[in-house]
């Protein structure tokens, strides 16, 4: 029998589903639109433990220095154990289109920061949804140079501590290599004495949240 071509349609439905900790500033009110921090944590927190999320990054800010949020919604997700952040776009992308549904945010200001697997999470989701994002912090992670022009347009401050050995500094910079020969606003700091832990550093630095608050999304 000869081969046929033949057309197949049909809508399908996927749930997905993301548990998070929710950080709202002392000013908090609906009317007014606030700047958005989504934040990836590395991969020691994975799991239904939300209290894992607090132990690094701007969950841990916000419980013990919530004056650097004051200007800030900021959302941290749980990422289940057994994958991995580059594994949920599609639950991460709906949180973030929930979080704007659900909370007094802006959208032109919505930031995406991680570290470790976070940080990887952080360059591959703004790397495939670019347009979400007014600026990234992502923190010794790594990601894929080829796919560098796609944020060409986002500014993106890069951090690495020189001694890690988990993730070697290298994988930043080869981003931001990348980057600066496509054109690319990107800036690379590396601590010379940290190690894999280069995020308490860089979320104690009241610099790096000024430094969100001078970008938006063109429109």
Wanted: hydrophobic share 40%.
């Amino acid at each position: 029998m000869p081969q046929q071509a033949l057309a197949f349609e049909r809508s399908v439905t996927r749930t997905v589903s993301l548990r998070y900790l929710l950080h709202l500033p002392p000013g908090y009110r609906d009317g007014e639109r606030w700047p958005l921090i989504v934040f990836l944590h590395g991969m020691g927190e994975r799991g239904d433990d939300l209290e894992r999320v607090k132990i690094h990054g701007i969950a841990r800010v916000a419980d013990e220095q919530p004056e650097l949020l004051a200007r800030f919604v900021a959302v941290s997700p749980q990422c289940p154990m057994g994958t991995y952040w580059t594994h949920e776009q599609n639950a991460l992308n709906a949180l973030l289109d929930h979080a704007l549904e659900q909370y007094a945010v802006d959208a032109d200001r919505v930031y995406l920061t991680g570290l470790s697997m976070g940080g990887f999470g952080a360059w591959f989701w703004g790397m495939t949804c670019p347009e979400r994002f007014a600026a990234m912090a992502p923190i010794c992670g790594g990601g894929e140079p080829y796919g560098a022009v796609r944020l060409k347009a986002m500014p993106i401050w890069v951090f690495h501590g020189a001694k890690d050995r988990i993730v070697r500094p290298a994988e930043s910079r080869r981003m931001v290599r990348a980057l600066r020969a496509v054109g690319g606003n990107v800036k690379l700091t590396i601590y010379p004495e940290a190690d894999h832990d280069s995020w308490t550093e860089t979320y104690n630095n009241p610099e790096l949240y000024d430094w969100f608050l001078q970008h938006r999304l063109p429109r």
